[in-house]
């Protein structure tokens, strides 16, 4: 992707080979390395922040090079029957990465704030969104515009203009557990990932948008807290996440379904198991417990 940029920026980076950045795609990459890599041509740096003009960032609040999105009002979520924090259908999700440049050859990065890990939340979201539509070359960046600031990272006036391309998709089902899917892992004793807050795991208290206290029945927690640093603005190690997991009893290629409220809690849980720790059999229920205590009939803990 070519992105046309509002103001003149300068930029000392040498454009590496498409291959040669596919190669480096990892799920998170450093401050260092988007300043590196920020205005290659087929690299697309996305800001998911939200109300950056409501911040005291001076004239230059933007990501060199980058195109804004924010996470709450882009359209990566939206309401589907009456369930919260839903992916749109596919012709609208595509169209709407499209509209960011976003062809099939981009290596994707997705920037958000960084201050703590419900908001880094913001980014994991995103970031199954790509894998779950077939895209693989994607990462976060890891402390979000904390560390890029922090480091010296190269500002703008203005977001970068992208050139719409052409979006392709190729839906990966199961990366995305239904509610019969949790039904099934119920009966078969596949574990339940519960990425809440312990108050809300043990019922104590809950979200406005979920009818009763509780969880599903026999589910683990693994809050979305203690996978992200809000002191050093960085993620959790493989390492911490293999001992977190392993102390609730799930090991690293264990089959499991991660859930919070609305998916996106879900999504720092599934990033850490899935992309950080390498455990490919971890599906997000992104209806999560929205969806799951709609209806009374289902069993709540």
Request: glycine share 10%; proline share 6%; charged share 20%.
């Amino acid at each position: 992707m070519r992105l046309a940029s509002l103001v003149a920026v300068a930029a000392f980076v040498a454009v590496a080979p498409v291959a040669a950045v596919a190669a480096d795609v990892t799920p998170l990459v450093t401050a260092d390395w988007l300043k590196a890599h920020a205005a290659d041509e087929n690299v697309v740096v996305i800001d998911i922040r939200d109300n950056i003009a409501d911040t005291d960032l001076g004239e230059l609040p933007y990501i060199a090079h980058a195109v804004v999105a924010p996470y709450a009002s882009y359209g990566w979520r939206t309401e589907v029957d009456g369930v919260p924090g839903q992916i749109p259908g596919d012709a609208e999700i595509a169209a709407l990465i499209g509209g960011l440049g976003v062809d099939g050859d981009d290596h994707v990065v997705i920037v958000p704030w960084g201050t703590d890990s419900s908001e880094f939340g913001g980014a994991t979201r995103v970031y199954w969104t790509f894998k779950y539509l077939g895209h693989d070359a994607v990462s976060i960046l890891d402390g979000g515009w904390r560390q890029y600031d922090a480091q010296g990272g190269e500002r703008a006036a203005e977001p970068a203009t992208p050139v719409v391309a052409e979006f392709p998709l190729n839906v990966r089902p199961e990366l995305r557990a239904t509610t019969a899917d949790v039904e099934t892992a119920l009966a078969d004793g596949v574990p339940l990932v519960d990425g809440r807050p312990v108050e809300q795991y043990l019922g104590q208290s809950k979200s406005p948008v979920v009818r009763v206290e509780g969880t599903i029945p026999g589910a683990v927690n693994l809050p979305h807290s203690g996978f992200y640093s809000a002191d050093y603005a960085s993620f959790a190690t493989p390492e911490t996440i293999a001992a977190l997991a392993k102390g609730v009893g799930i090991d690293e290629s264990d089959k499991n379904i991660v859930f919070c409220n609305t998916g996106h809690w879900a999504s720092i849980a599934w990033f850490a198991l899935s992309e950080v720790q390498g455990n490919k059999n971890t599906a997000m229920y992104d209806g999560s417990m929205a969806e799951w205590a709609a209806d009374p009939a289902r069993p709540i803990q």
